[in-house]
């Protein structure tokens, strides 16, 4: 089990930030993580909700701190870096970060939602949401749901293969990359609740091995670590992953039973109306 707590995590995700070179994305900054921790699997595969970990979870909220009291900051490409602030320090102190961003964080006049109980963030968002909806559709709906979005995502002559499960082969498609590249692809789609193994990544590379030139596994939970290195194994067919997370945000940039809905915010001037 995980034992880390989100406010643990503060220092040791600003030093694997400075560790990767002042900068690195989410994945480079759990796997850091992972080493420096010196964590075993059950804890890097210890689920939080649906398809997020926990080391996922709050490593996110530890930057979200992080970047609140001023020593990181991201770009819209999901990449942090270590702010001017943050280079003037080399550590910093778990509680004196989370008083500085709560501080800021109410001038602002925004909370940070934490269970101070439990010290932990609990928060059923959207995509727990359309998890669990699709959880609960039928194995021929998600075949068709994932049908969809890979249509959607630029893949053609995408078809079902339906009930015949064709070693393990859900569906096929054909991604064409610029009018003149095109990959034969097929694809997997796998409802779990929990963590799915790397076996998993080695039967359906067995069922495709030289029938397409690339594979991809849809599912609603998330893959564990050595999934994740299996399928990018050298020398075996690749294998693309969507994981939960990743699929409902694909729902959600491309509208797919999803509507996102911008609320407007009235700032009054006050020093405009002074200087008139």
């Known amino acids: 089990m995980f034992k880390y707590k989100y406010d643990e995590l503060i220092n040791p995700c600003f030093q694997a930030i400075k560790n990767l070179g002042g900068s690195a994305k989410n994945d480079e900054i759990n796997e850091k993580l992972i080493s420096m921790l010196s964590l075993q699997d059950s804890e890097i595969n210890d689920i939080h909700r649906n398809s997020t970990t926990k080391l996922e979870y709050r490593s996110a909220w530890a930057r979200t701190y992080l970047k609140n009291a001023g020593y990181i900051e991201n770009s819209s490409r999901g990449v942090w870096s270590i702010t001017e602030l943050g280079n003037r320090v080399d550590k910093v102190d778990n509680n004196s970060v989370k008083i500085e961003a709560r501080a800021k964080m109410n001038n602002k006049n925004e909370n940070i939602e934490v269970d101070t109980e439990e010290n932990d963030i609990e928060a059923y968002n959207w995509q727990d949401e359309i998890l669990d909806i699709v959880k609960k559709i039928n194995p021929e709906k998600f075949e ?3 049908q969809r979005l890979l249509r959607e995502l630029g893949f053609v002559n995408v078809e079902v ?5 064709d070693g393990g082969i859900d569906g096929k498609g054909i991604l064409r ?6 990959f ?25 091995m030289g029938r397409v030139d690339k594979g991809v596994i849809i599912t609603t939970g998330v893959f564990s670590r050595e999934a994740t290195k299996e399928a990018i194994r050298d020398g075996a067919t690749p294998i693309d992953l969507i ?22 915010k009235v700032i009054v001037k006050n020093i405009w109306f002074e200087n008139i």
Do not use: M, W
Not at 161 to 165: A, E, I, R, V
């Open 144 to 146: 068709k749901l994932c």
């Open 161 to 165: 293969t339906g009930k015949s499960h």
């Open 177 to 182: 990359l610029g009018g003149v590249l095109s």
């Open 184 to 208: 034969h692809v097929a694809f997997q789609a796998k409802r779990y609740n929990g963590t799915v193994p790397s076996s998993v990544i080695r039967d359906f590379r067995g069922a495709i």
């Open 243 to 264: 994981d939960g997370n990743e699929l409902a945000s694909h729902l959600k940039n491309l509208g797919l039973g999803v509507e996102v809905k911008l609320v407007e």
